[in-house]
């Protein structure tokens, strides 16, 4: 059945995931198998030989992420990392050119500095908020990605899709768009332009803090199964266990997302003009130099909020520290609350850098608690 002209939430629940034909199952079985038995030599059950090259329950992840994303081709991998590393390796070669964010989250930056560098990769940080500035930074011939995060981690700066896939096309380089915070029930780029979408699937897709993976979605069938030819040929897949949790996630990511939003923006409320706080990065906020943008390409402004503290960086940690019901801890999208100070925590590995976030930064992932806890737990632990 054709679900492509159905509701968001409906995919969510049944893109490649229909009961089971042999004996009714609704829920796609968990195939922990490592190989398949063939029919005769080279005679494949299903295409199915060694599950490194393919697992059903991991193919039914990859069917309803590049449903909900609008896309040709998904491809699971076992962590937000192990994607966006394949899709390199895929599009890039030494001597090419990268533009990345200029507070691009600390592992992706990480990457391109760490380990492509030293491949002969060479990148440009810049503002993706100012698409002028984003052109400005391409180098005719050699710039092969438009690598972008929208709102991005952890400014929540906002990027104009739109916009930037033909900045994108023009230059003969690929847009692609970090997902994770806005997750395809707020914003899908493939339909805005954009060539390629990364995930990082244990953050809101998962949605329960259990599961780490990533995925990459192809606007191009051709891409999407080179990206795929990486993933098998280096062996960073999502295993069987994996791939089921973000499948459950995905089911209520719809209704997660809407509490998210709501949470979120009590929050945002407290912060704004609270005596602690001196300023607040939300895209929702009418005065987000990003507002009309996300508001245009946003279905709503997402479970994320950063600020600052007026009184600087030991009052930021103490703060992070007296809070209850937020959690310490890195990551995000879970549906528990979760507050950290990326300077050294998330974003520990740009410091010193063109990316260096502020040291009196508190990041919060709002999560789906009851809302009037969480606003009592931000008071008192900014009240010091």
Same mark, same amino acid.
């Given at each position: 059945m054709d679900l492509q002209h159905l509701g968001f939430d409906t995919r969510a629940i049944h893109a490649g995931q229909p009961p089971n034909a042999e004996n009714g199952a609704v829920m796609t079985p968990?195939?922990?198998?490592?190989t398949y038995k063939q029919d005769g030599v080279g005679g494949l059950r299903g295409g199915y030989e060694y599950s490194r090259t393919g697992n059903p329950t991991r193919r039914a992840l990859e069917e309803c992420l590049a449903s909900l994303e609008g896309g040709a081709r998904g491809i699971a991998f076992a962590s937000g990392m192990a994607a966006e590393d394949a899709l390199i390796r895929v599009t890039c070669a030494p001597g090419d050119h990268v533009v990345i964010p200029n507070d691009a989250y600390g592992g992706t930056y990480r990457l391109f500095k760490q380990v492509f560098d030293p491949w002969g990769l060479d990148h440009t940080p810049a503002p993706v908020h100012d698409s002028a500035a984003v052109a400005a930074a391409v180098r005719p011939g050699r710039t092969k990605l438009i690598w972008i995060e929208t709102p991005s981690n952890p400014l929540l700066g906002v990027a104009d899709i739109d916009t930037l896939a033909h900045v994108a096309e023009d230059s003969g380089a690929l847009l692609v768009v970090d997902n994770t915070f806005a997750t395809p029930y707020l914003q899908q780029p493939l339909l805005l332009g954009a060539d390629v979408v990364v995930h990082s699937t244990t953050k809101y897709a998962g949605g329960h803090s259990d599961v780490v993976g990533g995925a990459v979605v192809t606007a191009s069938p051709e891409l999407g199964a080179a990206v795929a030819t990486v993933q098998n040929s280096t062996g960073a897949t999502a295993g069987p266990f994996d791939s089921y949790l973000v499948m459950r996630g995905l089911k209520t990511l719809g209704v997660r997302m809407d509490r998210h939003c709501d949470n979120t923006? /009590? $929050?945002v409320a407290l912060l $704004? +003009?609270?005596p602690a706080v001196s300023d607040v990065f939300y895209p929702g906020l009418t005065d987000h130099p +990003?507002?009309? $943008?996300?508001?245009?390409?946003m279905k709503r402004f997402g479970g994320m909020v950063s600020f600052r503290v007026a009184a600087g960086r030991e009052a930021a940690v103490h703060a992070c520290n007296r809070t209850r019901i937020f959690t310490l801890a890195e990551s995000l999208g879970g549906v528990e609350s979760l507050i950290e100070l990326p300077a050294i925590m998330t974003h520990a590995s740009v410091a010193g850098s063109a990316l260096e976030v502020p040291a009196d930064l508190? /990041?919060?992932s709002v999560g789906i608690e009851s809302v009037e806890d969480l606003l009592a737990d931000l008071d008192r632990a900014l009240a010091g």
């Open positions: 968990i195939y922990a198998t490592s923006e /009590r $929050v $704004v +003009g609270h +990003g507002h009309d $943008v996300a508001a245009k390409q508190i /990041r919060l």
